[in-house]
């Protein structure tokens, strides 16, 4: 059983910066497809950003776009979320997913089903921007 953990979440200005980490322990990602997908209060489920498992195929939600930057670090078990230029509707909680990588593309897990194409999820991490 895969288990990831975010971390990085917290409080920030409007035009802020976080970085959001997700790791595993035990387990390799290297075979996985890993990304973000944010609840805000009363919306819903959003995928903001995946990455395939060899950082070539990488999707990003057209409202985070130029602002948002995701990579990994296979070595580490780790992927990032680099948040720019922070606004206040990017508040939410942030969930780490991944899936794995032969059974569909960092498209679908975002921008789909993502019930059907997430094998696991971390707990999540909460982002607040403030306006």
């Known amino acids: 059983q895969v288990q990831l953990v975010e971390s990085g979440g917290g409080l920030v200005q409007s035009g802020g910066s976080l970085r959001l980490s997700c790791t595993t322990s035990g387990y390799s990602l290297d075979y996985y497809i890993v990304g973000w997908i944010r609840q805000a209060p009363g919306k819903e489920r959003e995928g903001v950003s995946c990455?395939?498992?060899?950082?070539?195929?990488?999707y990003y939600a057209n409202s985070v776009k130029g602002r948002f930057t995701i990579s990994r670090d296979n070595s580490k078990n780790t992927v990032f979320l680099q948040m720019n230029s922070l606004k206040a509707e990017d508040t939410g909680v942030y969930y780490c997913?991944?899936?794995?990588?032969?059974?569909?593309?960092?498209?679908?897990?975002?921008?789909?089903?993502?019930?059907?194409?997430?094998?696991?999820w971390g707990k999540g991490t909460l982002v607040t921007v403030s306006a």
């Open positions: 990455i395939g498992a060899h950082a070539i195929d990488i």
């Open positions: 997913v991944a899936a794995d990588s032969a059974r569909t593309i960092p498209q679908a897990m975002c921008a789909m089903d993502h019930d059907e194409y997430t094998d696991y």
